[in-house]
């Protein structure tokens, strides 16, 4: 089926800057939007930014300026590239992937495991 795997989580301090990288395969026969989740303790899973397979991207405000989504799609994979890093953004980052595989070419979201950041300040 369709593996979707994030990597790049850490422990860094505030100010400082992390990437983290999201790959999307095996029986990929498409590859739409990529999206970035993340979810704190206690908190409900929001939306930081996505990417379309167009390359249009939106941010969530509060990482607007700060936070930057690209993709490689020779690859199939997304970059979240995170400056001035805040206590605020650390959460499970999640990547998020829409792909229609070889098996009955539907669309669907499909999900990774996720990794930690980790902010102190």
């Known amino acids: 089926q369709v593996q979707v795997v994030e990597s790049g989580g850490g422990l860094v301090q505030a100010g400082e800057s992390l990437s983290l990288s999201c790959v999307a395969s095996?029986?990929?026969?498409?590859?739409?939007?990529m999206a970035w989740y993340r979810q704190a303790p206690g908190k409900e899973r929001e939306l930081v930014a996505i990417i379309d397979g167009s390359g249009g991207t939106d941010y969530a405000e509060s990482v607007k300026g700060r936070f930057t989504v690209s993709r490689d799609n020779a690859k199939n994979t997304m970059y979240l590239q995170m400056n001035t890093l805040k206590p605020a953004d650390t959460a499970v980052y999640y990547c998020a992937a829409e792909v229609a595989t070889y098996i009955d070419y539907r669309m669907r979201w499909y999900w990774g495991q996720g990794t930690q950041v980790t902010v102190s300040s």
């Open positions: 095996g029986t990929v026969f498409k590859l739409d939007s």
